[in-house]
Structure formats: C-alpha cells, structure tokens
C-alpha cells in the first residue's frame, strides 16, 4: 500500500536521497519497510511464494541477512566439529561417528559419505581453518616495492567519516570525505596478526598504488595508526550485484560481452604482474553510470590477513571458489578466471550454482561435480557458452587465461557493437538514478 500511495507523490529513496517520482520505480524493503529506488533495492528469488516468486530488500537488510544465515549455520556445525575433534571423552571410532552424524546434518547422502570422505574433510578443513593466502608471483620471486609508502598517522586527520558501512571494530569499513578535495571515498582498516602478515599488506597495498589500471579501483592513500593498517579507496556506489540480480536473463549479449571484456581487462592486468585477485564475483565489480567497470577489493589486506580471510570464508558465500581451492591445494591466477566464469553465469541467472545449498555442501560439491553451466542452453548462444566453459574447466591448465578469453570470439564479435557510451545508456535505461550519483 505504501508503494502505491507513493507514486501519487514524490518520493525520497531512503538510502541515497534521489527523487523517486511518478515514472520511476521503487520498492518497499520486506525487512525495514522503508522505500527504495531500484539501485538500493534488490529482488530475491522465493519459490515459496508461488506466483509472487519474489521478495524485496534493501541492500542493506539484505547483506545482513544472508551473512547472518550463514555465519549461524556455520559456527554451529564449527562448534560441533570443535567438540568432535578435541573432546577428551570420545574415542577415535565415536569422534569419526560424531563427525559424520555432523556431515549428515549438514545436507551430505550417505552414499557421499562412503564414497567421498577426503572431500567432505577438506571441507570440514576450510570451515575450521580457512586457507593460508598464497603470497603473489612477485613476492614468490624476491620482487618487492622500494618502500612501501605508508603512512604513519591517524587518517582521520585526513579523511572525515560521513559514516560507519560495518559493525565490527578490528576491521571495520567507513564511508569518509577527503579533508582537501572533498573527494568521496571508502577508507578500510584491517588488523594484521603479525609482522609477517604487515609487512604483506604493505607490500601489497604499494604494489595496488603504484600501478594503475582503468579496470581496477583506485587507491588513495594508506596508513598505519593503533596496530591498524587503514587504506582509503575509490568510491563507487552500484554493484554488479544489483544489476545481475534485477536483469538476471535479460541483459544482451552484446552488454555482457562489454562488461566481460572491462572485467577481463583488469585481471590480465593483474596476471600480467603476478597479482591474483581471489575474491572474483558481483559484489566487487563496481560501475558508475558513465559505464566504468572496475574491479573493486581484492586479494590484499581483505585476504592476506589470515583472520580477515577466515571470516570472510564464514560471511561469505563459497559458491565463487574454484575447485583447487576447495580441494585444499596449490593454486595460482587461475582462480580468477574460475570465479569470473561463476559471475558469468551469475549476471546470467541472477544467482551462482548451488546457492541454496548450506557452505559446507557448496564447497564438496565445488570439488565433486563437474563444472557448472546455463540452467536455460536454449537462451544462450553458442559463443557464449563456449566461452563459459574455458571459464570452468576443474582443471586449472586447461582453464584460459585472461587475455585467452580476451581474444575469443564471443568477446571479438561483439567489440563493435557495444561502446562505453552505449553501455552507460542502458543503465540509465534501467537505472534512472544511477545518472544522480
């Protein structure tokens, strides 16, 4: 009823402030119950709804609500893996019966368990233990930055906070103003566990400084203030998340070939200087309404810090990860074009494979099952499901590479037909307020 008697008045989103008027879209918050503009809301598939099919949030109550399902069910069956694995009352047999009764809880068949025991147990593993991050091919090879350019200060003697975007202190994420310029910015602070790990994030964070690429988000500024590195990055407001999960199955071939082309540049980028993302998917691919595509926070402080990167495996969805990942062995760039392909089918489908599924079961059936693809193959064309499966090959060989991808001709055939600018006028087709950002 509200969003009905909102059309007869000129409305406010309630998250970014831009007019929502007669013409233009809004949505009510299912959670909240605030009204939105459709860059600040989200449709969620929900079969249980029959015809209605779909429930509305913002993006806010909607990120809280999906990591708070998962982090619950996994610090549940994190406590009884705990419990099976150190208490001093149960014998090996009845630990080894504890932990399958604890698989069985978790979604796994009993023929899974006969016959895929190493698998479910690196699962197990990752919930526990989450992965020790590879350091890149530079830091593998001895190659480091002169100096890492860090600055040893409070950055809130340069950056003011407009507002807190996290709840949590030891590695909490603010949007701030740049003192001088007024300059818009997200500044992220992340605590390091020790001088091995500081040293890497500087590392990191200088190396991300000093190169730039037009397909990668910007970095400001860094510091080192209270045992906290903070680092000040480019601020850009809309995700792929949104515009997969609102045009999931009606974006154009010709648009998706520009948007894989924009990604695909940024990580041949990255490869080329034995850089690996590792965090590939809708939420951190960022665009502006000029249609800038970048890739948003990757690999350094978020994951390099091991107890940023095992929180973030139990916040966050696995469904991204690529199969030597969740297998618990060595790995390389080419996880990226792993996660890149499960974004593909994401902008494709609104969602990744297996997304119902609890984390634990993602992550076995990541390894177990053969790669992913279309659900609809007759909606697609032959070219960009060719392209799809050099994306998702299980083996990381016979994965391509970026710049592979790059000269294929789902990519080639369609440079022609989509520009930047074209891009940029089907957003503001779809998304009127992105052009008041």
Not at 125 to 137: E, F
Not at 160 to 182: F, G, P
Request: proline share 5%; hydrophobic share 35%; aromatic share 10%.
């Amino acid at each position: 009823m509200d969003v009905f008697i909102s059309v007869f008045k000129e409305t406010k989103c309630y998250s970014c402030n831009s007019k929502v008027s007669m013409t233009k879209k809004r949505r009510k918050c299912v959670k909240c119950e605030h009204l939105f503009c459709t860059s600040c809301s989200i449709k969620v598939k929900a079969p249980d709804l029959g015809f209605l099919r779909h429930r509305r949030y913002c993006l806010q109550c909607h990120s809280h609500l999906t990591s708070s399902l998962t982090s619950e069910f996994h610090e549940e069956i994190k406590q009884d893996l705990v419990k099976a694995q150190t208490s001093p009352q149960l014998n090996d047999h009845e630990a080894h019966s504890e932990l399958e009764s604890i698989a069985k809880s978790a979604g796994f068949t009993s023929e899974e368990l006969t016959l895929d025991k190493k698998l479910i147990k690196n699962a197990f593993g990752l919930l526990l233990n989450g992965i020790k991050p590879q350091a890149s091919r530079n830091r593998a090879n001895g190659i480091f930055p002169q100096k890492h350019n860090i600055t040893e200060d409070n950055p809130l003697n340069f950056y003011a906070i407009i507002r807190n975007l996290t709840i949590e202190d030891d590695n909490a994420l603010y949007q701030v103003r740049e003192l001088n310029s007024e300059t818009i910015a997200i500044l992220k602070k992340v605590k390091p566990e020790n001088s091995e790990e500081f040293s890497e994030i500087c590392e990191e964070i200088s190396l991300t400084k000093a190169k730039k690429h037009p397909n990668i988000l910007q970095y400001y500024d860094a510091f080192h203030f209270n045992d906290h590195i903070w680092y000040a990055i480019e601020s850009i407001d809309v995700t792929m998340y949104e515009l997969a999960a609102d045009r999931a199955g009606y974006i154009p071939e010709k648009h998706m070939a520009y948007i894989c082309k924009e990604i695909l540049q940024g990580l041949a980028f990255l490869h080329k200087e034995g850089r690996v993302h590792r965090d590939v998917k809708s939420d951190n691919i960022l665009l502006s309404p000029r249609g800038d595509i970048k890739l948003g926070d990757f690999g350094l402080a978020a994951q390099l810090c091991k107890s940023c990167f095992r929180r973030q495996l139990t916040a966050d969805n696995p469904s991204w990860m690529a199969p030597e990942l969740a297998r618990h062995t060595n790995y390389n760039e080419k996880i990226d074009i792993w996660s890149f392909g499960i974004f593909l089918i994401e902008l494709a489908e609104g969602q990744p494979p297996y997304i119902n599924e609890n984390p634990m079961k993602i992550l076995y059936n990541i390894s177990a099952k053969p790669p992913p693809t279309f659900q609809n193959k007759l909606r697609w064309s032959s070219e960009i499901k060719e392209f799809l499966g050099f994306c998702l090959r299980k083996n990381p060989e016979e994965r391509m590479s970026a710049e592979e991808l790059l000269r294929h001709p789902f990519i080639e055939e369609h440079i022609e037909e989509t520009s930047k600018e074209q891009f940029a006028e089907y957003l503001e087709d779809f998304y009127p307020s992105l052009s008041k950002k």
